[in-house]
């Protein structure tokens, strides 16, 4: 009788191997953005100041899937947003209500494509492209937003301008010139 339990133990074993290796149980995934909604932002970052990273989407936009797939789990990228800033996926058409800085933010008319939220809305001036990514300082003050795709490549040192506060003093053109001239050589 032991000997049958020892055996369904090791053929349980076994089995439980056999599910994850085809991908039925998969281990926790550490690597990406650690998103948040802008609620859990505003509250985490009464609490620890940061900078605010906002990706601005819909379920239907083809590059915002491109970004997600590419950009988003390039882990250099990925651990410089997770380190540096509260990062936001905000679905532009969201059905959800925001009250923030004393206005509330909801969708006229939601699940029906083609309207947004408030909030999406004003964090882009009414131009309404995707994917948009915004970026705030740590009082919620919008600094800019791009509308476009983005690269991993080109979106590193967007990320470094910001966090390393060279927007206050220099023009982001200037900030990438000069990454160049302290660039090593190439032979």
């Keep these: 009788m032991l ?22 149980v998969k281990p926790a995934d550490d690597s990406g953005v650690k998103w948040v909604s802008f609620d859990e932002a505003v509250k985490l970052n009464a609490e620890h100041p940061r900078k605010i990273f906002i990706d601005i989407y819909t ?6 899937k491109k970004m997600d797939a590419d950009t988003y789990t390039d882990p250099t990228v990925a651990g410089y ?6 990062a936001v996926r905000l679905d532009a058409e969201t059905a959800d209500t925001f009250h923030f800085k004393g206005h509330k933010f909801y969708n006229l008319k939601p699940h029906t494509k083609g309207y947004t939220n408030e909030l999406a809305s ?14 705030m300082d740590e009082n ?4 800019t937003y791009l509308q476009s795709y ?7 040192p967007i990320l470094q301008y910001f966090v390393e506060n060279k927007y206050k003093n220099m ?5 990438k010139k000069s990454l160049l001239d302290t660039a090593p050589a190439k032979k």
Excluded: H, Q
């Design 171 to 175: 023009s982001f053109d200037d900030y």
């Design 81 to 86: 947003i997770n380190k540096n800033f509260y």
């Design 3 to 24: 000997e049958n339990i020892k055996r369904g133990w090791v053929i349980f074993t076994l089995a439980i191997i056999g599910i994850s290796t085809w991908g039925f």
């Design 59 to 64: 379920p239907w936009c083809g590059w915002c």
């Design 122 to 135: 004003s964090l882009m001036d009414g131009k309404l492209s995707f994917p948009t990514t915004v970026y």
């Design 140 to 143: 919620f003050s919008r600094l």
């Design 150 to 156: 983005i690269t991993a490549a080109d979106l590193k």
